[in-house]
């Protein structure tokens, strides 16, 4: 076996060019976002300050008092909102248990209502 030299090691001339030529890359880069940023964040404040309802939107959106006058309302909507999903999810629950249930029975007291397979198979991938 042969000894090795137990020296620093030291990157190549060549390395350090390149780690020297992915900073300038980095540093381009980096300032490229930075003006793109500022100029479509700029544009964007413009066309929205200067657009014809900025009034209305301002005198309403940020109005803090207007905010706490409908919050209420808003609150109420948000409820009636998550019980109607937790309803429909429970309903989409049972109709896919029923459905499961449906196709794999084999218990002939079920065969009447056999006729329900096709139907419901459609009804579910509509909902889907």
């Known amino acids: 076996m042969t000894e090795r030299n137990n020296s620093a090691w030291s990157p190549s001339s060549r390395e350090l060019e390149r780690q020297k030529s992915r900073r300038v890359i980095k540093r381009k880069q980096a300032l490229i976002a930075i003006f793109s940023s500022i100029?479509?964040?700029?544009?964007?404040?413009?066309?929205?300050?200067?657009?014809?309802?900025w009034e209305s939107v301002?005198?309403?959106?940020?109005?803090?008092?207007?905010?706490?006058?409908v919050l209420p309302l808003v609150a109420k909507g948000l409820w009636i909102n998550l019980q109607l999903t937790f309803i429909g999810g429970a309903a989409i629950g049972v109709i896919a248990l029923g459905l499961a249930l449906l196709r794999t029975t084999k218990s002939p007291t079920l065969t009447p209502f056999a006729f329900w397979q096709q139907p419901m198979s459609i009804f579910s991938v509509v909902l889907l």
């Open 39 to 53: 100029l479509v964040l700029g544009t964007l404040t413009i066309v929205l300050v200067t657009s014809p309802g």
């Open 58 to 69: 301002k005198s309403t959106f940020f109005d803090i008092g207007y905010g706490q006058e």
